[in-house]
């Protein structure tokens, strides 16, 4: 069965520090992972997709991604309150839905 | 408006009253799912479908049917409702893109929150 482990903090930080949140897959043939925000009782939402080896960048966020190790993570620089919310991993590979972790809920503190 | 749109927002029902939730997509993809969401246990398949003659049984599908309509529209039904199935409900939709790009990203709809009493 395919699964994704996170850890389920909270993970605190405080404000305008790095906040690093950290994922492991047990698929090596996934081809597919992303990282989305979900603030409490709301949708998620995507904020990071990344399919190969490596680093993506986008603002303050950039996503990190090493299929050899099976592992994901995402840093947010600067970090601020308003990144107070729980990160959903995700991954995914060929036909099937995505897989998703529990969440990471993530509180920064001002 | 909403790209995938869900209703109702939030519904109290009673056990062994039977309770469509509905969503409708404008994104014009061709894969929807459903899934609920209970605290500490994230995220849970129940249903997905990734044409109108297509279903397909998640992880959690017992308790739930569902109905393709059309490529637009994907309903959950909860024939016989029970209180364990309390819990926020989300719809969801997918385009595959063989092309490239940023496939397979799922995008929410804002969630049904239902109360079983």
């Known amino acids: 069965q395919k699964e994704v482990e996170q850890n389920s903090g909270p993970l605190s930080v405080p404000e305008g520090a790095i906040a690093s949140l950290n994922c492991t897959y047990s698929?090596?043939?996934?081809?597919?992972f992303f990282w989305y925000r979900q603030y409490s009782g709301k949708s998620p939402e995507l904020i990071m997709s990344i399919y190969s080896n490596g680093d993506k960048e986008d603002g303050r966020f950039t996503a990190q991604l090493n299929k050899a190790s099976q592992y994901v993570s995402l840093l947010i620089r600067d970090s601020q309150p308003s990144d107070s919310a729980t990160y959903l991993c995700a991954f995914g590979w060929g036909n099937t839905p995505l897989v998703f972790g529990k969440g990471t809920r993530l509180s920064v503190i001002a | 408006d909403a790209d995938v749109t869900q209703t109702p927002r939030n519904r109290i029902t009673k056990t062994g009253k039977r309770i469509m939730l509905e969503c409708s997509q404008t994104?014009?993809?061709?894969?929807m799912y459903w899934y609920r969401q209970d605290p500490g246990l994230g995220l849970r398949l129940i249903y997905y479908?990734?044409?109108?003659?297509?279903?397909n049984k998640g992880e959690i599908s017992d308790g739930y049917s569902v109905s393709r309509q059309a490529q637009a529209k994907f309903s959950l039904s909860l024939e016989s409702a029970i209180p364990n199935q309390t819990a926020l409900y989300f719809c969801?939709?997918?385009?595959?893109?063989?092309?490239?790009?940023?496939?397979?990203?799922?995008?929410f709809g804002a969630g049904t929150r239902l109360s079983v009493l």
């Open positions: 994104k014009g993809h061709d894969r």
């Open positions: 698929d090596r043939v996934s081809q597919s």
């Open positions: 479908s990734f044409d109108v003659k297509d279903i």
């Open positions: 969801a939709t997918s385009d595959p893109d063989p092309t490239g790009g940023d496939k397979n990203i799922q995008y």
